[in-house]
């Protein structure tokens, strides 16, 4: 019988190498003297390094997860956590040194932000290395900067908000984020302002053998409205890499947030990325994510709707290849009645790859009136890797309606044998069936991110195979 | 206190629902053996074998493991009745090779129930196998059954489950045969301060093999339920099927469910699927029922048993269906 081959994603060309030219790289380790060096490399005030130190001591006493993939090659004695490049943050690309702006040229980003962005943050290793946003905006009171900026600027912002939603003791990895954060965005859209146009941070982690701990805090005031879009990629070393983000979102009355994530990280990385946002009264949390990259990921996006009527909804499509294990799910509490949620997951794995959907609505007792629909499908396109889907539905109320499906399998040969009787090659057929599978997904995504998806989805067909 | 009853996998919550929480005096009864691996059934060979077991009945209050090897196909019911107190049972049941057989294993009004029970059904036997429990409303009860399927091994299993305060059910099946099918049908039906926790697992290994759960069951009162299916697609099951749902009827807003229906698959060429619901009784039916005539409390007793329906219909004749529906109607508060 014809097999038909579909290809890994191609990440191969974020993989180019800048020379690790950095001004100040940090012992790999962890400890309290590093936490205070690093503290004391950004010149911070007293409260941060507290926090810094009460995370560090959490993070010592949390036990690794005891769930998801193993996180055995993961050596934090080998891990740099800081390492600052050689260049300051400029609101001009033409001031960004030379290397780090060809790197960024060639991840498109300045293409981007002249086309149809609102503002662009870059991220170089630990340190935003640009930072722009259009005039127009800054004149409405839209605030978006690095966080180290917003933490001397606003610091009574960033006081009321800063590990609100993400919790210090949430899980080990958590904890090590906020002992030894660096960089990042804050963006605060003002009561009832909408942008048109969306905001993108892109994080890039250039140095073998050290780790990113970027936060970024977004609050949307009441009535007001964002969408921002969060890159990440990485160049593949033979060492372990660890990105350890943080991802705090407000979403206040009335208010709506599209977070878009397409995340190529290289295969050497340990993506531990926390996300969350709180949802507030008739608001709008919309998640779109694309996990191709990293060798593991444990990412598992939350939405708390915490006020009336609040709406969440999560579309997101990830790619296993050879060497990948890509544990990821959504998360939702329904805590206000009316609230509703819509989730709709999708996986492909091939060449070994692992591809687990974990997930958890929970359903408050207050929640009466809300809805939940959840589908979850995975594909695998050969018989060496593996789909697993590991859903929790904890329902506390009578008044709700929700339900949960989810399939996996292969591409059916029936579906395949109806388009070649249209006339499709075999080839033609699969990829048309590929691409219709991560539809939903690119479909959310703004036009150029979608090209950019299915320029990722690269199907590589070969016929006559037995 | 210990916890039992873990799922094979750990999800990204860690709140009760991997395991469940046994005080200590149970622990000195018996109740920390409950798990798969330390299941307390013989592996050896039968101890007894009945040549003809048509019609009989076993209950000889067992105390101890017991084999048995049905050997012969009958129509009619081979039944086990377990009614003591405070008892144990360890029952270790073999159907041969091209056997048609329906089993029902009776158990009833325990204050605290272990029963362990082994089934291997060989090579093109075919069995319908009821677990009908039917406890005191106040009593402990663990549950473990341990199911192997052989080539072309066929078994529907009717799992029903009504009464006790606090009901443990681990239902392991090894669908170890080529074209091997193993259909899972269960009621539940918790009230009061009620504590269910179900755990369904299915490996399957064989090729062509048909891994069904189908579970229905209402929630009154603060019932509390864990309810959590694995289905595990294991490489080389190749053409095979996986399939579970669950459906929850919540009648109480203090009632709580919670359900785990999880698919692991490693094996490309498979239909792996499941869905689950929870939701209360829709408010149009109870509109037009009530507007025939019916109390509301009618209404919804109505609706929740034609629910349950779907899986007493399925029943073979040959299982008391009669007595099951009777039971079904005066859990739910809906006999004369």
């Given at each position: 019988?014809?097999?038909?081959?579909?290809?890994?994603?191609?990440?191969?060309?974020?993989?180019?190498?800048?020379?690790?030219?950095?001004?100040?790289?940090?012992?790999?380790?962890?400890?309290?003297?590093?936490?205070?060096?690093?503290?004391?490399?950004?010149?911070?005030?007293?409260?941060?390094?507290?926090?810094?130190?009460?995370?560090?001591?959490?993070?010592?006493?949390?036990?690794?997860?005891?769930?998801?993939?193993?996180?055995?090659?993961?050596?934090?004695?080998?891990?740099?956590?800081?390492?600052?490049?050689?260049?300051?943050?400029?609101?001009?690309?033409?001031?960004?040194?030379?290397?780090?702006?060809?790197?960024?040229?060639?991840l498109g980003i300045?293409?981007a932000e002249?086309e149809y962005l609102a503002g662009v943050g870059a991220q170089?290793?630990?340190?935003?290395?640009?930072h722009s946003i259009k005039?127009e905006l800054?004149?409405k009171g839209v605030i978006y900067t690095d966080f180290?900026?917003a933490?001397?600027?606003?610091?009574?912002?960033?006081?009321?908000y800063?590990?609100?939603c993400t919790?210090?003791?949430?899980?080990?990895?958590?904890?090590?984020?906020?002992?030894?954060?660096?960089?990042g965005s804050f963006v605060y859209v003002p009561k009832g302002v909408k942008l048109d146009q969306p905001l993108q941070s892109y994080f890039?982690?250039?140095?073998?053998?050290?780790?990113?701990?970027e936060h970024t805090l977004i609050i949307v005031e009441e009535g007001a409205s964002l969408h921002f879009i969060e890159g990440c990629s990485?160049?593949?070393?033979?060492?372990?890499?660890?990105?350890?983000g943080c991802v705090e979102l407000f979403v206040m009355d009335g208010a709506t947030l599209r977070y878009s994530t397409i995340e190529n990280?290289?295969?050497?990385?340990?993506?531990?990325n926390t996300k969350k946002a709180i949802v507030g009264k008739d608001a709008n949390m919309i998640w779109v994510s694309g996990s191709f990259?990293?060798?593991?990921?444990?990412l598992y996006p939350m939405s708390i709707l915490s006020g009336e009527n609040a709406r969440t909804e999560y579309t997101g499509i990830s790619?296993?290849?050879?060497?990948?294990?890509?544990?990821t799910g959504f998360k939702v509490v329904h805590?206000a009645?009316h609230t509703k949620s819509i989730v709709s997951a999708k996986?492909?794995?091939?060449?070994?790859?692992?591809?687990?959907?974990?997930g958890?609505v929970?359903?408050?007792?207050?929640?009466?009136?809300?809805s939940c629909s959840v589908s979850?499908?995975?594909?695998?396109?050969?018989?060496?890797?593996?789909?697993?889907?590991?859903?929790?539905?904890?329902?506390?109320?009578?008044?709700?309606?929700?339900?949960?499906?989810?399939?996996?399998?292969?591409?059916?040969?029936?579906?395949?044998?109806?388009?070649?009787?249209?006339?499709?090659?075999?080839?033609?057929?699969?990829?048309?069936?590929?691409?219709?599978?991560a539809n939903p997904i690119s479909k959310e995504l703004p036009m150029e991110y979608a090209v950019e998806m299915n320029?990722l989805?690269?199907?590589?067909?070969?016929?006559?195979?037995? | 206190?210990?916890?039992?009853?873990?799922?094979?996998?750990?999800?990204?919550?860690?709140?009760?629902?991997?395991?469940?929480?046994?005080?200590?005096?149970?622990?000195?009864?018996?109740?920390?053996?409950?798990?798969?691996?330390?299941?307390?059934?013989?592996?050896?060979?039968?101890?007894?074998?009945?040549?003809?077991?048509?019609?009989?009945?076993?209950?000889?209050?067992?105390?101890?493991?017991?084999?048995?090897?049905?050997?012969?196909?009958?129509?009619?019911?081979?039944?086990?009745?377990?009614?003591?107190?405070?008892?144990?049972?360890?029952?270790?049941?073999?159907?041969?090779?091209?056997?048609?057989?329906?089993?029902?294993?009776?158990?009833?009004?325990?204050?605290?129930?272990?029963?362990?029970?082994?089934?291997?059904?060989?090579?093109?036997?075919?069995?319908?196998?009821?677990?009908?429990?039917?406890?005191?409303?106040?009593?402990?009860?663990?549950?473990?059954?341990?199911?192997?399927?052989?080539?072309?091994?066929?078994?529907?299993?009717?799992?029903?489950?009504?009464?006790?305060?606090?009901?443990?059910?681990?239902?392991?099946?090894?669908?170890?045969?080529?074209?091997?099918?193993?259909?899972?049908?269960?009621?539940?039906?918790?009230?009061?301060?009620?504590?269910?926790?179900?755990?369904?697992?299915?490996?399957?290994?064989?090729?062509?093999?048909?891994?069904?759960?189908?579970?229905?069951?209402?929630?009154?009162?603060?019932?509390?339920?864990?309810?959590?299916?694995?289905?595990?697609?294991?490489?080389?099951?190749?053409?095979?099927?996986?399939?579970?749902?669950?459906?929850?009827?919540?009648?109480?807003?203090?009632?709580?469910?919670?359900?785990?229906?999880?698919?692991?698959?490693?094996?490309?060429?498979?239909?792996?699927?499941?869905?689950?619901?929870?939701?209360?009784?829709?408010?149009?039916?109870?509109?037009?029922?009530?507007?025939?005539?019916?109390?509301?409390?009618?209404?919804?007793?109505?609706?929740?048993?034609?629910?349950?329906?779907?899986?007493?219909?399925?029943?073979?004749?040959?299982?008391?269906?009669?007595?099951?529906?009777?039971?079904?109607?005066?859990?739910?508060?809906?006999?004369?």
């Amino acid at each position: 019988m014809n097999k038909t081959k579909v290809d890994d994603i191609n990440t191969a060309w974020f993989d180019f190498v800048d020379a690790d030219n950095f001004e100040f790289k940090m012992t790999a380790g962890i400890d309290e003297n590093i936490v205070r060096e690093i503290s004391k490399q950004k010149n911070e005030p007293q409260w941060v390094l507290d926090l810094r130190l009460k995370a560090l001591q959490i993070y010592e006493k949390l036990p690794m997860p005891t769930w998801g993939p193993d996180l055995s090659e993961l050596n934090m004695n080998e891990i740099s956590t800081y390492v600052r490049p050689r260049a300051k943050k400029q609101t001009s690309w033409d001031d960004v040194p030379e290397n780090i702006k060809q790197t960024f040229d060639k991840l498109g980003i300045p293409k981007a932000e002249r086309e149809y962005l609102a503002g662009v943050g870059a991220q170089y290793d630990s340190e935003v290395v640009y930072h722009s946003i259009k005039d127009e905006l800054i004149k409405k009171g839209v605030i978006y900067t690095d966080f180290d900026s917003a933490i001397r600027e606003y610091p009574d912002l960033v006081k009321k908000y800063f590990s609100k939603c993400t919790p210090l003791s949430e899980h080990k990895f958590i904890a090590l984020h906020y002992a030894v954060f660096s960089g990042g965005s804050f963006v605060y859209v003002p009561k009832g302002v909408k942008l048109d146009q969306p905001l993108q941070s892109y994080f890039r982690l250039n140095s073998p053998e050290s780790g990113q701990f970027e936060h970024t805090l977004i609050i949307v005031e009441e009535g007001a409205s964002l969408h921002f879009i969060e890159g990440c990629s990485a160049p593949k070393y033979s060492k372990i890499n660890l990105h350890a983000g943080c991802v705090e979102l407000f979403v206040m009355d009335g208010a709506t947030l599209r977070y878009s994530t397409i995340e190529n990280w290289a295969k050497n990385m340990m993506n531990l990325n926390t996300k969350k946002a709180i949802v507030g009264k008739d608001a709008n949390m919309i998640w779109v994510s694309g996990s191709f990259g990293s060798h593991i990921s444990m990412l598992y996006p939350m939405s708390i709707l915490s006020g009336e009527n609040a709406r969440t909804e999560y579309t997101g499509i990830s790619f296993a290849g050879a060497t990948q294990n890509l544990d990821t799910g959504f998360k939702v509490v329904h805590a206000a009645p009316h609230t509703k949620s819509i989730v709709s997951a999708k996986s492909i794995s091939k060449n070994g790859g692992i591809s687990t959907y974990r997930g958890l609505v929970r359903i408050m007792p207050n929640a009466a009136h809300s809805s939940c629909s959840v589908s979850c499908d995975g594909l695998m396109l050969d018989d060496i890797s593996r789909s697993d889907t590991i859903p929790v539905n904890d329902v506390g109320t009578a008044d709700v309606q929700f339900s949960h499906e989810a399939k996996v399998g292969k591409i059916s040969e029936k579906a395949i044998f109806y388009l070649m009787s249209r006339g499709l090659t075999r080839e033609d057929a699969v990829a048309l069936i590929v691409r219709g599978f991560a539809n939903p997904i690119s479909k959310e995504l703004p036009m150029e991110y979608a090209v950019e998806m299915n320029r990722l989805i690269n199907l590589e067909l070969v016929g006559g195979i037995g | 206190m210990k916890y039992v009853n873990p799922t094979p996998i750990r999800t990204s919550i860690n709140y009760g629902i991997n395991s469940f929480a046994v005080a200590d005096e149970l622990i000195n009864m018996g109740a920390v053996q409950y798990a798969p691996q330390t299941a307390l059934v013989p592996t050896g060979k039968s101890n007894v074998k009945y040549a003809n077991t048509l019609g009989q009945t076993f209950d000889d209050k067992l105390k101890f493991a017991h084999c048995y090897t049905i050997l012969d196909s009958s129509n009619k019911l081979v039944t086990f009745d377990f009614d003591n107190e405070n008892a144990t049972y360890n029952t270790y049941i073999t159907v041969s090779e091209n056997v048609n057989t329906n089993i029902l294993i009776n158990v009833k009004n325990s204050n605290f129930n272990f029963s362990a029970c082994k089934i291997d059904v060989c090579k093109n036997a075919h069995v319908n196998l009821m677990f009908l429990c039917n406890f005191d409303k106040n009593s402990t009860n663990f549950m473990q059954f341990d199911v192997n399927l052989s080539d072309f091994a066929k078994l529907n299993t009717y799992f029903i489950n009504f009464g006790s305060k606090t009901s443990v059910a681990n239902y392991h099946a090894n669908l170890n045969g080529e074209n091997s099918t193993n259909n899972l049908y269960s009621i539940y039906l918790g009230k009061d301060d009620n504590k269910l926790d179900l755990n369904f697992h299915m490996d399957v290994y064989g090729k062509n093999s048909n891994a069904i759960m189908k579970v229905i069951g209402a929630l009154q009162d603060s019932a509390d339920k864990h309810f959590k299916g694995t289905i595990n697609l294991h490489k080389g099951c190749t053409k095979s099927v996986g399939d579970e749902t669950e459906e929850c009827l919540m009648l109480s807003n203090t009632a709580h469910s919670i359900a785990m229906p999880n698919i692991l698959c490693d094996e490309e060429d498979v239909n792996g699927k499941h869905a689950t619901s929870v939701g209360k009784v829709d408010d149009k039916v109870l509109f037009y029922l009530m507007s025939r005539g019916l109390t509301k409390q009618e209404a919804i007793m109505l609706v929740v048993n034609a629910g349950f329906q779907n899986i007493i219909s399925l029943i073979p004749p040959v299982f008391p269906t009669t007595e099951i529906l009777k039971q079904t109607l005066k859990e739910l508060n809906y006999e004369n």
